[in-house]
């Protein structure tokens, strides 16, 4: 069952994440076969990096799933603008990224792989390679949306279901600024 190679093995994974794991109809993402996905995905609950369990994101873009404080630490920020001034600069325009408040997070390995890359590329070929990295940047962000709004999608539906087993009568949108009516009994909920 952990064979990577194995079509028949993947084969196995691909249905059984289907069938049971709502959160991950989508594909895998590419180069990752159907175990690491589903592991990645859902069986896994700590930061990559330092196995804390606290505040731990998937980060799609970058593949990686790990708390605030790593990806602060394996992340380069940019100051973010309206213009989208950073983009364009050619290294940085074809790297994933992440907005977290008004910053623009590059992988630190990424930035430093693309000026690799870079320092290599002359002539002709820059822009052929800056048109390729532009194009799987926006494949690989729209992909990551797509995942986060799934995300988000099944956080509402969470939310839904712990008010409806409470047996609460009211929309679980205003539940912080409406009385809660359960079991027949009556309780204010302030406002935080």
Not at 29 to 44: A, D, I, S, T
Not at 59 to 74: A, D, G, P, S, T
Not at 92 to 106: M, P
Not at 121 to 139: C, L, M
């Amino acid at each position: 069952m952990c064979s990577p190679k194995s079509p028949i093995t993947q084969d196995i994974w691909r249905a059984s994440r289907i069938k049971f794991l709502q959160d991950l109809q989508l594909p895998p993402p590419e180069e990752m076969c159907e175990e690491e996905y589903v592991r990645f995905g859902k069986l896994l609950k700590h930061c990559q990096f330092c196995s804390t369990k606290d505040s731990v994101k998937i980060y799609w873009q970058f593949r990686v799933r790990c708390c605030q404080e790593c990806l602060v630490k394996n992340t380069i920020p940019i100051i973010y603008s309206k213009d989208h001034a950073w983009m364009k600069d050619k290294v940085l325009e074809g790297l994933v990224y992440v907005r977290i408040d008004n910053k623009v997070l590059f992988w630190t390995a990424d930035v430093k792989r693309s000026f690799k890359e870079f320092e290599k590329i002359s002539g002709s070929q820059f822009d052929d390679w800056v048109e390729d990295r532009k194009e799987d940047r926006i494949n690989i962000m729209e992909e990551a949306a797509q995942r986060e709004l799934i995300e988000e999608e099944r956080k509402q539906r969470d939310v839904v279901s712990a008010v409806n087993a409470l047996r609460v009568d009211v929309d679980p949108r205003q539940f912080a600024l409406s009385p809660i009516h359960t079991g027949g009994t009556s309780s204010a909920v302030s406002a935080l």
